[in-house]
């Protein structure tokens, strides 16, 4: 293998290195591909990165002559390489490395040894899979970015991210922090769809991010599968790319800049709203959200109503789940009260882990344990008309979190998901 001698060859040497990626909610959504094979979106989209100390992947990509195929570990379980998307991924990584060199390992692997040498890649998610909660972005994305590290990769992250595309396309937005927009391109080969950072997670650190989960179950049907259907059947989506989503980008991107939460706020929830509207008319018809869904979007929007100003903006990905999206930490608790006051943990369920993320929120908000949600008054929108019912046990649980950083590397090798000495799970 290039310059490594055949004894050296013949170590059983393992190089491996670990990396963490967010996830992320698109605010402007992506939904319809004009290319299904290099995964090309038919409008732009923006997203907010969340922090990936609540929302993340993180996987460790190890190589070695001694690895006789590929392999992938996903939370634990051994999955398939197979498939054409993580294929592409793996061509387009190899087809960019360079040299690498371990001293203290006596490693030298040649730029032309990649194409020999087999990877094992290990993936753990903090939060549930394939439950619209935007595992696949954060798995291709740290897919790439780890796998590039191992293999000495020099693109620069914004050309990364066109790869991260090809195994997921809102992948592409977790390769950096804060406010990120895909750029859908205009090219046949997609070099031009790529993603960009709008700006960091620092530029609007007021916002808080709570996320009720409603369901962490697998969805019926799939984005992929959704998407095809929706650009085949709905005269909506083709309509929303070419006329409503190029004017929203614009105004949304001033949005984040300004730091205008009533306008950013009507742009995530209409849009949303809109999203939703081109799976109803896809034919046949594609539900992702369920009653609770549609009762959280009733009691944000009579919130948003009495108040005359956008308190919280919501939004919904394939999938039941919300994501809402309160200006400041005031807002959030106030939030947070609301939220719990319509949908009460099971009686039997301990506050500290229905409200997990970040726990100073549950603390502004002054709920430190059940009896204090039983004791919520009803908000004030309801101008004293409680309401009958309260729905418990309707979310699983909340995760309260923030706009967050991009991709990041661990040296220390604890964090690892592979042995250091085999190379597989440890």
Known sequence: MGEMGSDEATKNWVLMVTAQCPTNIAVIKYWGKRDESLILPINDSISVTLDP??????????????????????NGKEISLSSGRFQSCLREIRSRANDVEDQEKGICIKKQDWEKLHVHIASFNNFPTAAGLASSAAGFACLVYSLSKLMNVKEEQGKLSAIARQGSGSACRSLFGGFVKWVMGNEANGNDSLAVQLASETHWDDLVIIIAVVSSHQKETSSTTGMRESVVTSPLLHYRSKEVVPKRIVEMEKAIKTRDFALFARLTCADSNQFHATCLDTSPPIFYMNDTSHRIISYMEKWNQFEGTPQVAYTFDAGPNAVLIAPNRKAASLLLQRLLFYFPPPSDTELSSFVIGDKTIVKDAGIAAMKDVEALPPPSELKGNAPSQRFRGDISYFICTRPGKGPVMFDDEDRALLHPKTGFPK
Not at 57 to 63: P, W
Request: with cysteine.
């Open 53 to 74: 100390q609540h929302l993340c992947t993180t996987t460790t990509a190890a190589v070695s002559p001694t690895f006789d195929t590929d392999k992938m570990w996903l």
